[in-house]
């Protein structure tokens, strides 16, 4: 099964991103990893001088109802729907490859 992974970029806000995640939705911190924990050929040339921002992490935020599981269509070859704890509607997909 093919597994997506959302990444989003918080412009040096994504430990205060983390923290609401965590109070508002009950995230679960799995990774947390700072420019100082990188390894220098991954980074950018600017990031030195920023060793307390978040280079990468991994929350989970769990319960969700599938609308439309994970299936090929016309338009992606793998699209998923689905409705988070909150009430949110999530549609996912990746670009379309030849089938």
Request: with cysteine.
């Amino acid at each position: 099964m093919l597994k997506v992974t959302p990444n989003l970029h918080f412009r040096g806000q994504g430990k205060q991103a983390i923290e609401l995640y965590k109070q508002v939705f009950g995230a679960e911190v799995k990774v947390l990893l700072c420019n100082s924990d990188a390894n220098p050929k991954d980074c950018e040339t600017n990031v030195a001088t920023q060793n307390d921002l978040v280079y990468h992490a991994e929350i989970y935020i769990d319960g969700a109802t599938i609308i439309y599981p994970m299936q090929s269509t016309t338009y992606s070859s793998c699209f998923v729907s689905l409705v988070d704890k909150f009430g949110m509607r999530w549609e996912l997909m990746t670009e379309q490859t030849e089938k």
